[in-house]
């Protein structure tokens, strides 16, 4: 296999750094707001807050099967993505919420918990959205610094040098395919739900056609109504007119002479 280019090495560090130690970090601030020992009974009681963001599509059914699994099991952080743990901090806690929401690039001014969330959210986003594998020095660079900024505030000082361990140690080569394989299953996920969402799409275009034939069906059996309604109308009249020209036929047979009659 051939060496990878500097923004491929840049490209998988992003991928170890979004992948690997954020949600850690993520995961130590969450469990400072849902301590692991409570956290069946902190879900519990708000179930019905859980149940609306599941009917709103905030939470999918496969996450909702982490927040309430079967009996035996409970609920464990360790089980959460990210985004799960982000969604249940958002809208279970009082934590400030980012200016522009947590789907923009908080500002460097905001330095809160929430804002470091969007960060690592935000990042994950555009690293996923990256078709060539590759991220150039640039944003390699600002984006590490923001990140691990993050990564400090949540999770603490240790973590923030795992962070620079991993943007200078060595790379092997099993590393980066293993990254490189991640990058080519999410493409296939990501083509598989465009797939979805156009035969989703097409089958909304069905409906609706099928809605408009069966209008239609409706407004032609309607004009047919009418039109037999007419034809039956006009039989009527006919049948009217005929028995006026026969009687106004007797009647000019009546007045005129039987002679005269005769020769016409």
């Known amino acids: 296999?051939?060496?990878?280019?500097?923004?491929?090495?840049?490209?998988?560090?992003?991928?170890?750094?979004?992948?690997?130690?954020?949600?850690?970090?993520?995961?130590?601030?969450?469990?400072?707001?849902f301590a692991p020992a409570c956290l069946y009974a902190s879900l519990k009681k708000y179930y019905n807050n859980l149940f609306d963001l599941k009917k709103k599509h905030k939470i999918y059914q496969s996450q909702w099967n982490l927040l309430f699994p079967k009996h035996p099991d409970v609920p464990d952080s360790k089980t959460f993505d990210i985004t799960l743990m982000i969604t249940l901090l958002r809208?279970?806690?009082?934590?400030?919420?980012?200016?522009?929401?947590?789907?923009?690039?908080?500002?460097?001014?905001?330095?809160?918990?929430?804002?470091?969330?969007?960060?690592?959210?935000y990042y994950r986003n555009y690293l996923a959205h990256l078709d060539d594998g590759k991220v150039g020095t640039t944003d390699f660079n600002t984006a590490w610094d923001i990140v691990s900024g993050a990564i400090k505030r949540l999770g603490g000082k240790q973590m923030k040098e795992e962070c620079d361990q991993l943007r200078t140690k060595t790379?092997?080569?099993?590393?980066?395919?293993?990254?490189?394989?991640?990058?080519?299953s999410n493409e296939?996920?990501?083509?598989?739900k465009e797939s979805l969402d156009s035969l989703k799409r097409s089958n909304d275009v069905l409906q609706c056609d099928h809605v408009e034939i069966k209008r239609s069906h409706e407004v032609l059996k309607k004009a047919h109504t009418e039109m037999k309604r007419s034809h039956e109308v006009l039989q009527d009249d006919h049948t009217e007119m005929a028995t006026e020209v026969k009687r106004l036929k007797t009647i000019h047979d009546d007045v005129v002479p039987w002679n005269i009659r005769g020769k016409h």
């Not at 690039?105 to 969330?117: H, K, W, Y």
């Not at 296939?188 to 598989?192: F, G, K, M, N």
């Open 91 to 121: 809208n279970l806690t009082p934590i400030t919420h980012p200016h522009g929401g947590y789907d923009c690039l908080p500002s460097a001014m905001e330095t809160t918990p929430g804002a470091d969330l969007a960060r690592i959210k």
């Open 171 to 184: 790379l092997d080569q099993t590393n980066k395919e293993i990254m490189m394989n991640i990058k080519r």
């Open 188 to 192: 296939e996920i990501t083509d598989l």
């Open 1 to 33: 296999m051939s060496p990878f280019s500097p923004e491929e090495d840049n490209y998988v560090r992003m991928c170890l750094l979004l992948t690997g130690i954020s949600p850690r970090a993520a995961r130590i601030f969450f469990d400072g707001e």
